[in-house]
């Protein structure tokens, strides 16, 4: 069983900057990509940005220019990095895991931006 543990949510002022983890319980070089969603109170989840096992990248309009996700196969661990953040930021972040067996989903880290 695949899990993912997310942090480094927090707190924030609008401009600043915060870094978000995902560690896995396995290799993440088997998943065929590794994303970030978020989840603002009442609104959908929404695909924030990927990374492939190859390590192509894509990124939601919203996001682009600001975030940057990495991932680090030794440490089986991806990182969003979030600059000049602003309080449409706000959201619960998930990262999750996609594979040819389905889709495993961290519980989440909470990001406030104030303005």
């Known amino acids: 069983q695949v899990q993912l543990v997310e942090s480094g949510g927090g707190l924030v002022q609008a401009g600043g900057s915060l870094r978000l983890s995902c560690a896995a319980s396995?290799?993440?070089?088997?998943?065929?990509?590794m994303n970030w969603y978020r989840q603002a109170p009442g609104n959908a989840r929404e695909l924030v940005t990927t990374i492939t096992s190859g390590g192509s990248t894509n990124y939601a309009d919203s996001v682009k220019g600001r975030f940057t996700i990495s991932r680090d196969n030794a440490r089986n661990t991806v990182y969003l990095h979030m600059n000049s953040l602003k309080p449409e930021d706000t959201a619960v972040y998930y990262c999750?895991?996609?594979?040819?067996?389905?889709?495993?989903w961290g519980q989440g880290t909470q990001v406030t931006v104030s303005s």
């Open positions: 396995g290799s993440i070089f088997s998943f065929n990509a």
């Open positions: 999750a895991a996609h594979s040819d067996y389905g889709v495993y």
